[in-house]
């Protein structure tokens, strides 16, 4: 396990600490009194004077391997931000398998620069620290309907099993849309003819959520969650993220040809 904490450790790009206890007592109080730190895990955005970067930037973590659809929604995107004058990221995050179709996204959005995508050790750490934060509560008995955070990782981990793409909009630190493909391009794309106007009286995180809201009570993609075998205790039910109602129970049997199960990302 240390071997393995290690070795993901130097592949990312920001400094960590070995452990909590080597953190400086004023450090701390820093952290708690000027960036809000209380319970909840929260990542600041530091350039390499320490300085935090635009912290009302608005940027879209978005995932999937659909090459046309990430295509249409990054022009998309960049064309509405640019109609608008805000400051926009995107930041590709992939899928937790299917390997090789996430290669190759990588590769095409690299080549026709369409922002920032993660690289696979990255990919592979996201999803694995979702899923583990769903499979421990899962396990604790801790799994709650009801949880904010947990219905927002919920979505996260039904989109990555569905077909398409997915986009979390956020502004900051904060959330403002978490969405399937289905109902976040076409508001991108509904834009200039619907919500344009809104913009200026609401501001565009407000006007876009709004419309997204909208076309999600009409577009509504199935809801749906693998536990592997191994995973221990499997819940005997759940409520779906999207609108709470319980979900059908099935057993599935999957293979997706390009990958084993059992091997390691970074193998």
């Known amino acids: 396990m240390q071997r393995q904490f290690e070795s993901m450790q130097s592949t990312m790009t920001w400094y960590t600490v070995h452990h909590p206890s080597l953190i400086d007592r004023l450090v701390i109080r820093f952290i708690k009194e000027r960036w809000h730190f209380k319970n909840k895990p929260i990542l600041v955005v530091l350039d390499p004077q ?16 659909d090459i046309e659809w990430i295509r249409r929604f990054t022009t998309m995107a960049d064309s509405v931000a640019r ?15 299917r390997r090789e179709q996430v290669r190759r996204a990588i590769q095409a959005i690299n080549t026709g620069k369409m922002g920032t995508a993660w ?27 009801y949880d904010p955070m947990m219905q927002e990782i919920k979505k996260l981990l ?20 978490n969405g399937h493909g289905t109902t976040v391009l076409p508001t991108l794309v509904e834009y200039t003819d619907i919500w344009k106007q809104n913009v200026v009286t609401i501001g565009f995180d407000k006007s876009f959520k709004d419309h997204h809201e ?6 509504h ?17 759940m409520k779906c993220p999207e609108c709470l109602r319980s979900m059908e129970k099935h057993i599935t049997f999957i293979c997706c040809h390009d990958e084993n199960p059992a091997t390691n990302i970074l193998d």
């Open 50 to 65: 320490d300085k935090v970067i635009r912290e009302g930037k608005y940027i879209f973590l978005y995932g999937g391997d």
């Open 83 to 97: 109609d608008a004058h805000i400051h926009l990221e995107m930041v590709y995050v992939g899928k937790s398998s």
């Open 119 to 145: 690289q696979e050790p990255m990919i592979w750490f996201f999803w694995t620290r979702l899923e583990s934060m769903l499979f421990s509560k899962i396990q604790l008995g801790k799994a709650d309907d």
């Open 158 to 177: 039904s989109y990555d099993k569905s077909r398409g793409g997915w986009a979390v909009f956020c502004k900051g630190s904060e959330v403002v849309v």
């Open 214 to 219: 909208r076309l999600h009570g009409i577009e």
């Open 221 to 237: 993609p199935c809801c749906r969650f693998e536990f592997p075998s191994m995973v221990g205790r499997i819940p005997e039910s």
